[in-house]
Structure formats: C-alpha cells, structure tokens
C-alpha cells in the first residue's frame, strides 16, 4: 500500500527556512516519478518541484521559487525533502508531498495529507 507522510512544516519569519520530509511506503521512490505541490487558501493547488528519472534525474521547479527552493531525495531512507531558503509570506500554503505513476495506459496519483507551511513575521 503507498503512503506518503510529509513533515516539517511550521511557522516561520520572511527570509527563513524550513525544510519538508516526505517519507514514501509500499513503493521504492527512486524510481518513482514524485513531487511536491502547494495550495494556498482561495487558490488552486499548483506544481512546486517535481524529480524523476533513476540515474539520469530530471528537476524542474516552479518559476516563482527557483533559486530559493531544492528538491532532493534520499534514496537509503526512502525520503523525498524540500529544502525552503528565503520564505516570503507569498510561500504560506499547504504543501503535498505526490506520486504519480503510469500502469497499462492509466494514470494514478497518490498524495500525502499535507504540511502547513506558514511565512509571517
């Protein structure tokens, strides 16, 4: 069964940092296509950073948070993170740790329950 349990969230001032853990089970994250997504309250969930690829891995990222934000993952601990740098409040969201995999030509998708991440001084 997958599951995915994210961490780390919390309260944090403009200009900090804050690093969310994504812990994956029923599933080897290495090779699974995964991403974290955020959703702000009023707004629609949106795309972070997503990683993919087992040797060759490929790191796309948000335009609104390159250069402040990095997506890594642990492959011995099964452990996807997001290191935050540089919070602005325009960060404060609720943020989703995701799988997606493709099997016989359908879609699945599978989400952590979330981390509250809020930026305000």
């Known amino acids: 069964q997958v599951q995915l349990v994210e961490s780390g969230g919390g309260l944090v001032q403009p200009g900090g940092s804050l690093r969310l853990s994504c812990a994956a089970s029923?599933?080897?994250?290495?090779?699974?296509?995964m991403s974290w997504y955020r959703q702000a309250p009023g707004k629609e969930r949106e795309l972070v950073a997503n990683?993919?690829?087992?040797?060759?891995?490929?790191?796309n990222y948000a335009d609104s948070v390159k250069g402040r934000f990095t997506i890594s993952r642990d492959n011995a601990r099964n452990t996807m993170y997001l290191q935050m740098n540089s919070l602005k409040p325009e960060d404060t969201a609720v943020y989703y740790c995701?799988?997606?995999?493709?099997?016989?030509?359908?879609?699945?998708?599978?989400w952590g329950q979330g981390t509250q991440v809020t930026v305000s001084s």
């Open positions: 990683i993919t690829g087992v040797v060759a891995r490929t790191i």
């Open positions: 995701h799988r997606a995999r493709i099997l016989a030509g359908r879609r699945y998708d599978y």
């Open positions: 029923g599933f080897t994250l290495s090779s699974a296509a």
